[in-house]
């Protein structure tokens, strides 16, 4: 046997994704990353920035516009969307737990539980 047939060298193809089958960006992963939590934190401010009867209703209405903005931004069903605004503008509107981060708990909580794909 000659030398050439025992260094034959087998190169594998490199596989490429498919046109416009790409991951998501970084900056989608970041949004899935870290959206619920920020999502959380922007409510908390919210909330702890509304004081006083007025402040309460203004409360009301830019807590429920931040979590629909945020469930529409997440693509949710429109129902959720409605369902995130009403329970996020209570929150603002209740004055009692005004120190209590529960809206970042929330986010932090539903990201930890959030199936990976």
Same mark, same amino acid.
């Given at each position: 046997?000659?030398?050439?047939?025992?260094?034959?060298? =087998?190169?594998?193809?490199?596989?490429? &994704?498919?046109?416009?089958?790409? #991951?998501?960006?970084? /900056?989608?992963?970041? *949004?899935? +990353?870290?959206?619920?939590?920020?999502?959380?934190?922007?409510?908390?401010? =919210?909330?702890?920035?509304?004081?006083? &009867?007025?402040?309460?209703?203004? #409360?009301?209405?830019? /807590?429920?516009?931040? *979590?629909? +903005?945020?469930?529409?931004?997440?693509?949710?069903?429109?129902?959720?969307?409605?369902?995130?605004?009403?329970?996020?503008?209570?929150?603002?509107?209740?004055?009692?737990?005004?120190?209590?981060?529960?809206?970042?708990?929330?986010?932090?909580?539903?990201?930890?539980?959030?199936?990976?794909?």
């Amino acid at each position: 046997m000659s030398s050439e047939a025992s260094q034959v060298r =087998v190169e594998e193809p490199e596989v490429l &994704p498919p046109e416009g089958q790409r #991951g998501p960006s970084r /900056g989608r992963r970041a *949004a899935e +990353a870290f959206g619920p939590i920020s999502a959380g934190l922007a409510i908390d401010a =919210v909330d702890f920035m509304a004081r006083g &009867p007025i402040g309460l209703m203004i #409360g009301m209405f830019v /807590g429920g516009t931040l *979590a629909y +903005a945020f469930t529409t931004y997440w693509r949710l069903p429109v129902w959720q969307r409605m369902l995130w605004a009403l329970a996020a503008g209570l929150y603002c509107l209740i004055p009692r737990p005004r120190f209590i981060p529960l809206g970042t708990i929330v986010g932090a909580v539903s990201q930890y539980f959030q199936s990976r794909k």
